[in-house]
């Protein structure tokens, strides 16, 4: 049997009445991968079987033609959650910048699923030409839209300054205020190093404490210190431990104290930043709490307190024979 005769036998199949018939001709369009299968299967994402859309969706996606991309677009709207998602992981590999304008029109589609989906889309463009069209979600009812629009302006390229990004800092929602804490460490707004403290000090929300944290060890400002200091008493060990590593960034002599007392900390991953952070400072007055913690259950915390000694004899030698 030639190529062109096997494959017309699986292309005649694919519109067979019987369901499991399709779904056989799509397995083996789909491991023939022969281009003059692409509009068949494009075809196949309209089958009455969610089954055979979405194994459609599979064989384009092994196809990577980007012919089809419009038409998986269109279906990032579908009403199957499996199908949906399988669409968005073949198009996260599919689309290009080419795609921006296909995107930024699907956006406009009074869709919530395919607008979610194509605000997941535009991270891989990265294009600063998507802000305009994804700032009106920051103030959609839809909590999901909210958060995929923060979270995708942080992919955006050479976007530095969004006002709206910092009022979403007091959104109702705990999981827009977290990816808004992230976003923010991405951008250089005033109000930005303010927001971020009073959230690492005020929110409910753990999580949104931790990732505040995280911004903020980017932003290295030392505006951030007191907040931080405060922050080394938090009852959550994961804002504690990044507290302490925005910290190494902005070392501090009035944070002594408290780093002392966090090499005590319960958890090991605090405990190690702490002598990071100590050996960062480098101050002779911490040398008897790290002596300490040289016998650390945790062989981590052993290593770093170790070398923050190390550091601290370095950088002030009348301390050498203590």
């Known amino acids: 049997m030639s190529a062109d005769t096997e494959l017309n036998e699986w292309l005649e199949m694919l519109r067979a009445p019987d369901v499991s018939e399709r779904l056989v001709a799509i397995k083996m369009l789909q491991h023939l991968g022969d281009e003059d299968a692409l509009d068949p299967l494009i075809a196949a994402l309209q089958d009455e079987s969610s089954a055979v859309q979405k194994l459609a969706v599979t064989a384009l996606w092994e196809l990577a033609n980007p012919k089809a991309v419009p038409a998986l677009v269109e279906c990032l709207a579908s009403t199957d959650e499996g199908i949906r998602e399988e669409v968005l992981s073949a198009l996260g590999e599919l689309v290009t910048p080419d795609h921006l304008l ?9 869709d919530a699923n395919m607008q979610l989906n194509v605000l997941i889309l535009l991270r891989k463009i990265h294009d600063a030409q998507s802000l305009p069209y994804v700032l009106p979600f ?3 009812e839809n909590p999901e839209l909210r958060e995929a629009a923060v979270t995708t302006l942080r992919y955006l390229n050479q976007v530095e300054r969004c006002q709206e990004a910092i009022t979403l800092m007091s959104d109702p929602d705990k999981n827009v205020r977290r990816s808004a ?26 999580q949104v404490r931790r990732n505040a944290a995280k911004s903020l ?15 080394l008493a938090d009852e959550h060990w994961q804002v504690r431990k990044f507290a302490l590593q925005a910290l190494q960034k ?17 958890y090991s991953d605090v405990r190690r930043d702490a002598a990071i952070a100590l050996g960062i400072l480098k101050s002779p007055i911490a040398l008897n709490a790290l002596q300490q913690s040289l016998d650390d259950p945790d062989k981590d915390v052993c290593i770093y307190a170790q070398r923050a000694i190390q550091n601290i004899h370095e950088s002030t030698p009348e301390t050498s024979n203590a």
């Open 102 to 110: 296909l995107l930024l029109d699907a956006l406009h589609r009074d």
């Open 138 to 140: 920051f103030e959609s």
């Open 181 to 206: 804490a992230l976003t923010l460490g991405h951008l250089a707004d005033a109000e930005v190093i303010s927001s971020l403290c009073q959230a690492l000090t005020t929110d409910a929300d753990w």
């Open 217 to 231: 060890a980017l932003h290295a400002d030392s505006t951030a210190v007191p907040s931080l200091e405060t922050a």
């Open 250 to 266: 902005t070392p501090a002599e009035q944070t002594l104290p408290a780093l002392v007392k966090t090499l005590a900390d319960e």
